[in-house]
């Protein structure tokens, strides 16, 4: 079975940063096209951007709201997809989730990590 | 404001056949094929229908998705309980060049 296991979430300071993990079994990490997703609290499903293999390349996109502040990279040697999240703000309060992508969708998702800015 | 256009809310009773639209533009359903998702609280969003049409493995032949031109729909047949969740329509989009997502519809089993 395809198992997506988000961690590293937890309570930072606004202007603080994370780095949130997905560990990845039962799915062939090395050619995946990765994606992360969030849903703030009582908002609905927000992209924030993916990377696709690096057999494909390695590159990167990102959703206008966390461009230039949150980073997606990978480490096929460990199956593990990152997001690196820095300057965060209140409104980056979500629980974030990483997805599996093929077929052109988000094929399969982990069950979240929650995210909570604060001071 | 999403950039996909979902109704808010939709209900039905048991054993009713709902639909719920998902109205977009020419830079993402009028090109690209779109999904729906079902979301239940504290769990992991479910992929129900990719490619407009198609459903994963293990997802009932009671869901069924529609596309045409830069509108899509998803119909749920056969209503039943456990189908109240949040829906959401999601399809790529070249203008952010990301994937987008519908607001959410939230379906209610009356």
């Known amino acids: 079975d395809v198992l997506l296991v988000e961690s590293g979430g937890g309570l930072v300071k606004p202007g603080g940063s994370l780095r949130l993990s997905c560990a990845v079994s039962?799915?062939?990490?090395?050619?995946?096209?990765m994606s992360w997703v969030r849903q703030a609290p009582g908002k609905g499903l927000e992209w924030l951007g993916r990377?696709?293999?690096?057999?494909?390349?390695?590159?990167?996109d990102y959703a206008a709201p966390v461009k230039g502040r949150f980073t997606i990279s990978r480490d096929d040697s460990k199956n593990t997809l990152y997001l690196e999240m820095n300057s965060l703000k209140t409104d980056d309060s979500a629980v974030y989730y990483c997805t599996a992508d093929q077929n052109w969708a988000n094929f399969f998702w982990g069950q979240g990590t929650l995210v909570t800015v604060s001071s | 404001q999403s950039v996909l256009t979902q109704p808010p809310s939709a209900s039905g009773t048991p054993g009713q056949r709902v639909t719920i639209s998902c109205s977009g533009g020419?830079?993402?359903?009028?090109?690209?094929?779109v999904n729906w998702y079902q979301h239940l609280p504290g769990t992991a969003p479910k992929l129900l229908i990719y490619g407009d049409t198609q459903r994963p493995s293990g997802v009932p032949d009671r869901f069924s998705g529609s596309k045409s031109g830069t509108s899509a729909s998803l119909a749920i047949s056969g209503l039943q309980s456990e189908d109240e969740a949040d829906y959401y329509c999601?399809?790529?989009?070249?203008?952010?060049?990301?994937?987008?997502f519908g607001g959410g519809t939230k379906l209610t089993v009356l």
């Open positions: 039962g799915y062939a990490f090395r050619t995946a096209w």
């Open positions: 990377i696709i293999s690096n057999t494909d390349g390695g590159t990167t």
């Open positions: 999601a399809v790529w989009d070249d203008r952010p060049n990301g994937w987008v």
């Open positions: 020419s830079s993402n359903i009028g090109t690209y094929t």
